[in-house]
């Protein structure tokens, strides 16, 4: 249903600058909503998954800050860059930190942007400004946890 209302939209709306503002406007609402199945529809008709918005947030920026994981799920597998940032050098990830989206930092941070802060912050200093320091340290060492058990798995598998 979804990709017909899609189509739909396609074909009514008139080709001209107007328009594109309403397609993007339509994606960036649909990660915001965390409308997974329309952002599929969008990139699997050649969106591109990291344009901006007149905000410089991308919809995979969108997504996180609002809580929607497989919103989140859907951008990064259609190639959506998790390392890029907003004009104020947040990444996504910094937004799931904002927010306390655990679930979804946990994934983010596979991503592995080990970038500082556009103010010269780590991704720990950043946490720390919003209290959120004992938390990233949990993910990290889950992550690192996570990482020694499949290395060892593989090594004793091969």
């Known amino acids: 249903m979804k990709s017909l209302y899609f189509t739909l939209i396609l074909f009514m709306v008139p080709f001209s600058t107007s328009a594109n503002q309403q397609l993007t406007d339509y994606f960036f609402t649909a990660a915001k909503m965390g409308e997974a199945d329309v952002l599929t529809e969008f990139l699997n008709h050649g969106f591109p998954v990291d344009l901006r918005n007149h905000q410089s947030y991308t919809a995979l920026m969108m997504a996180t ?19 890029l940032k907003d004009k104020r050098g947040h990444t996504a990830m910094m937004g799931a930190i904002v927010k306390a989206e655990w679930s979804i930092a946990k994934r983010l941070y596979k991503e592995d942007c080990k970038q500082a802060h556009s103010t010269g912050k780590t991704l ?16 990290i060492r889950s992550s690192k946890e996570s990482h020694s058990k499949s290395v060892s798995y593989t090594k004793a598998n091969y």
């Open 65 to 83: 800050y609002h809580g929607h994981k497989k919103a989140v799920e859907t951008l990064l597998k259609h190639g959506a860059n998790a390392c």
């Open 124 to 139: 720990e200093e950043f946490a720390e400004v919003f209290g959120q320091t004992e938390k990233l340290n949990a993910l």
